[in-house]
């Protein structure tokens, strides 16, 4: 049976434990709230400066957050981003409720105007993942979800995305997507995905030609802030089958999500 004295230095070391613990629960939040807040990519550097750490100590705090899936670490830019648990969580951070609550309206207008599916997508690694989607009342129509990850490189609001991303951005991205021969029309190589990014670029507008799915069609505009980063970008889905010209002339329908996209940007970043 132990003594006195034991057991009071065992009720010591278990508080000096648990103080520990807590300091330790405490700055891992306080790092997490950091990376949420910051709305860019976030360096080990940036986290070592901001909490007065040494990188050792700074990275394992990221590690352990990138373990649990609340965030992502982006290996060829060695920097960090929300991860998918985060980004699952029932309450979004609040950069994107804002544009959830700006864009929803213009969504609903879009789906009523176009009869199709609409959807905001942000960047999220390699995919633009939906934080938003407003049904079509058509009876045939595609269906979507909140969470649904899209490729950048063969979805209409994964191409509006990464076209407008700085140049270095784009590249280090770029060099981490693997390419999957999903159809027949599927990019499948980096060239080619700059040279539609050019496009892209040029008319403002991004087309998915059945290249994610053989019976899915979408058009996608990027979402810009006032510095021309693309924050977001919305798109509308057709099923292939009931479209009467390739989804890239229907004018209508590109003017209709080009001017929904540019009501957004207004809401938000005038």
């Known amino acids: ?19 520990g613990t807590l300091s330790t629960l405490a700055r891992g939040l306080a790092i997490l709230e950091f990376v949420v807040r ?22 394992r705090f990221l590690r352990t957050l990138e373990a649990e899936g609340y965030i992502s ?3 060829a830019m060695k920097a960090y981003s929300i991860g998918p648990k ?5 309450r979004l951070p609040a ?7 700006f864009s929803r309206p213009c969504l609903i207008d879009l789906a009523r105007a176009s009869g199709q599916m609409t959807h905001l997508g942000t960047l999220n690694g390699t995919h633009a993942i939906l934080v938003e989607v407003v049904a079509s009342n058509a009876p045939v129509a595609v269906k979507q979800a909140v969470g649904d990850l899209e490729p950048l490189y063969s979805s209409a609001v994964g191409k509006a995305i990464y076209a407008f991303l700085p140049e270095a951005e784009r590249i280090a991205i770029g060099a981490q997507i693997n390419f999957v021969a999903h159809t027949a029309r ?8 700059e040279r539609e990014a050019q496009d892209i670029r040029r008319t403002g507008v991004s087309f998915d030609r059945g290249e994610g799915n053989d019976q899915v069609s979408c058009i996608g505009c990027p979402v ?3 510095n021309g980063y693309p924050r977001a970008s919305i798109g509308i889905s057709f099923v292939s089958a009931h479209l009467a010209q390739p989804v890239d002339q229907r004018r209508e ?12 940007e207004s809401l938000l970043f005038a």
């Open 38 to 59: 910051a709305g860019r990519l976030v360096r080990l550097r940036d986290v070592a400066e901001r909490f007065g750490l040494d990188r050792s100590a700074a990275l």
């Open 224 to 226: 810009l802030d006032a």
């Open 1 to 19: 049976m132990p003594t006195r004295e034991q057991a009071e230095g065992d009720l010591a070391r278990e508080a000096k434990s648990a103080t």
């Open 253 to 264: 329908d590109i003017a209709k999500v080009a001017a929904a996209a540019r009501k957004i």
């Open 86 to 90: 985060l980004l699952a969580l029932p």
């Open 95 to 101: 950069a994107v409720e804002k544009m959830i609550e």
């Open 186 to 193: 599927t990019i499948t190589g980096l060239a080619a995905l």
């Open 73 to 75: 670490r982006h290996e």
